[in-house]
């Protein structure tokens, strides 16, 4: 079982919906990242959280550190938010290391 | 103040060829960390660097290599290119010892033909 696991893999919406994409994680963490990146582009950082919640435009991301568990929303869903999302953790145990998810693939059509 | 910068953003190189790949942290950080998205798969830890010594490294074969540099800026190789090594390269910098922050670049895209 990977400590790091995303769903859903791949999600297709329409232009205008609210969208959720999932995190959950098996080990301890100091933080947890939300990474965006658009096809055959580079990796943006899009928040690092260690609790409670954060918006940015129409990007909300929230953590609950009890449950293991993050979410990023995206509000007014675009097409323009098509990409990959990536959830990283920042482990605690052992050495210092980031560990990936494999990633949730969104299209939005418009 | 400028973010982690990679270089370059995207090589290509014929198999057998080396690759060097640069990054540069941000101001203050000394850490430095390079990881691996090869095609499908999800992105995997390859080093880690600190004050110029290799701290811990991934589970990559010895043709990935890199250094640290004394301004913290770091190199990764990879020699004796195959075309499976054609990926997106990422790098990470952080302080020595972080909370969890840490700042990525955009990444470099190698290609291998």
């Known amino acids: 079982k990977n400590e790091v696991e995303q769903s859903p893999q791949n999600l297709t919406a329409q232009e205008g919906e609210f969208i959720t994409i999932n995190c959950s994680y098996s080990v301890g963490i100091s933080a947890l990242h939300w990474l965006q990146q658009h096809p055959g582009g580079g990796i943006v950082s899009l928040f690092m959280?260690?609790?409670g919640k954060k918006k940015h435009g129409r990007l909300i991301a929230t953590i609950n550190i009890q449950e293991k568990h993050s979410s990023l929303h995206i509000t007014a869903s675009h097409p323009r938010d098509s990409a990959v999302y990536i959830c990283a953790v920042a482990i605690i145990q052992g050495a210092q290391k980031l560990v990936f998810g494999q990633g949730t693939r969104l299209t939005i059509n418009p | 103040e400028a973010g982690v910068t990679q270089s370059p953003t995207h090589l290509i190189k014929t198999r057998g060829q080396q690759a060097t790949l640069r990054c540069s942290p941000i101001s203050g950080h000394t850490s430095v960390y390079w990881y691996q998205q090869a095609l499908g798969l999800g992105l995997q830890f390859l080093l880690w660097y600190d004050e110029g010594e290799e701290r811990n490294r991934g589970n990559f074969p010895p043709r990935f290599s890199g250094r640290q540099f004394p301004n913290y800026s770091s190199e990764l190789n990879v020699n004796a290119l195959e075309l499976e090594d054609s990926a997106l390269y990422l790098c990470a910098s952080s302080l020595r010892f972080t909370k969890g922050g840490y700042t990525f670049g955009s990444g470099t895209r190698l290609t291998v033909v």
């Open positions: 959280l260690s609790s």
